[in-house]
């Protein structure tokens, strides 16, 4: 296998944990690129809700608001991530907590 096909793999396996429901596990050697992937997702997620509040345009995003509540309700890393980071966040927030379901926050 190539460099660039098992850079792929790795890639495709990190994006797992965000987008599907992988948990970290204690000593992963992951855990550091997982959980910055998270919060890079994270802070596009605000990002978006933020200016579309500043603009008043948040009708007009519903379909954003549907996909970033997915991503949460599909991965246990960005519902802890968001959960652990929660005072570095604005809109995306109440989103989150609706999404990842009761407890999640505690």
Same mark, same amino acid.
């Given at each position: =296998?190539? @460099?660039?096909?098992?850079?792929?793999?790795?890639?495709?396996l990190l994006?797992?944990?965000?987008?599907l429901?992988?948990?970290? =596990?204690? %000593?992963?050697?992951?855990?550091?690129? /997982?959980? *910055?992937?998270?919060?890079?997702?994270?802070?596009? =997620? @605000? !990002? /978006?809700?933020?200016?579309? !509040? /500043?603009?008043?345009?948040?009708?007009? +995003?519903? %379909?954003?608001?549907?996909?970033? *509540?997915?991503?949460?309700?599909?991965?246990?890393v =960005?519902? *802890?991530? /968001?959960?652990?980071?929660?005072?570095?966040?604005?809109? +995306?927030?109440?989103? *989150?907590?609706?999404?990842? %379901?009761? %407890?999640?926050?505690?």
């Open positions: =296998m190539s @460099d660039r096909s098992e850079r792929r793999e790795e890639v495709k994006l797992e944990y965000v987008k429901a992988l948990s970290i =596990m204690p %000593g992963d050697k992951d855990t550091n690129v /997982v959980l *910055a992937l998270a919060d890079v997702r994270l802070d596009i =997620m @605000d !990002a /978006v809700l933020t200016y579309a !509040a /500043v603009r008043d345009i948040q009708p007009d +995003i519903q %379909g954003w608001k549907n996909t970033f *509540a997915t991503a949460f309700r599909n991965s246990s =960005m519902c *802890a991530r /968001v959960a652990e980071e929660r005072s570095n966040y604005g809109q +995306i927030v109440p989103l *989150a907590e609706l999404a990842c %379901g009761p %407890g999640s926050f505690r």
